[in-house]
């Protein structure tokens, strides 16, 4: 058994493989204790080999496993995860908990990335703190902000000084839901950005978790042009494809002719 594990600010994930097919996945918080959260995930299983990536992927060493341990970067995790499964992909983008990542990427090569890990804005953790702002669930939040009309341009997307425009805005009497659009067209505005500096070529794969804001999603798909099922495409579980890269690169540690994982997720 072959185990890719995402260490991840949010969240971790584990994806096992047996012979190229995926035989076990799951996924806990992160919390303030990652390594007993991926002890918890270890439970049971007996892997050959592990590797790590993520926000905390050097902390697999300290699990005190007896198999052999290693690390990948989240660029070449999400990279060789994205192409597993759609080998046409051109760009892969992974908004994450706390960081995003644009990939450009040519027959499973990574060609070029940028990554914005220094600051939570257009991240999951801001949509979850904006969201609580609205007093709206994060899973709910991209549906909510469907409903607005004519969304006010939000001129920062910084953690603090959005709250502060977002409440700006609604004491000038724009209503909720349009502000929440608004809020998540100025992060869709800021990873094309991010994208077209990698060179923006399609088709795209979208991963990480906040892949599954439908607001988001079509407002990616709008604004680039792409057609959402062909030249945009989501994996069902979006939020596992750094850890299936992870247990893929595994196999090819000790494989040389490891099997496809097409349509695993």
């Known amino acids: 058994m072959k185990i890719g ?29 990652p390594i007993s959260q991926c ?9 050959a080999s592990l590797v790590g990536t993520g ?9 005190g496993l007896e198999c052999p341990c290693d690390t990948i970067t989240e660029i070449k995790a999400h990279a060789i995860g994205a192409f597993s499964l759609f080998p046409q992909v051109r760009t892969v983008l992974d908004i994450g908990g706390q960081d995003t990542k644009a990939v450009s990427i040519s027959a499973g090569r990574v060609l070029k990335f940028e990554m914005n890990d220094r600051c939570a804005a257009g991240t999951g953790k801001f949509l979850e703190y904006t969201a609580g702002v609205f007093q709206i669930p994060v899973e709910d939040f991209g549906s909510y902000a469907m409903k607005g009309h004519n969304p ?16 700006s805005l609604m004491a000038r ?4 839901e349009s502000i929440a659009l608004g809020l998540h067209k100025a992060i869709v505005k800021r990873t094309i950005t991010m994208m077209r500096r990698v060179g923006l070529k399609t088709p795209i794969v979208f991963s990480g ?19 959402l099922g062909e030249e945009l ?16 690169h595994c196999e090819t540690l000790t494989r040389s002719n490891s099997p496809s994982a097409n349509k695993i997720f």
């Not at 926000?55 to 699990?63: A, E, F, K, P, S």
């Not at 978790?209 to 057609?227: P, R």
């Open 173 to 176: 009497g724009e209503s909720p």
């Open 55 to 63: 926000y905390g992927r050097n902390l697999i060493q300290r699990l």
């Open 209 to 227: 978790g906040v892949a599954n804001n439908l607001c988001v999603l079509s407002l990616l798909a709008h604004e680039t042009g792409a057609a």
């Open 39 to 47: 002890s918890k995930l270890l439970d049971g299983l007996r892997p």
């Open 5 to 33: 594990i995402d260490i991840g600010s949010r969240s971790i994930e584990l994806v096992a493989l047996r012979d190229g097919k995926l035989c076990h996945s799951a996924r806990v918080p992160t919390t303030f204790d």
């Open 233 to 248: 495409l989501v994996p069902d579980e979006p939020d596992m494809i750094g850890a299936l890269g992870a247990a893929l």
């Open 152 to 167: 006010p341009e939000i001129s920062s997307i910084c953690t603090v000084f959005a709250e502060t425009e977002a409440t």
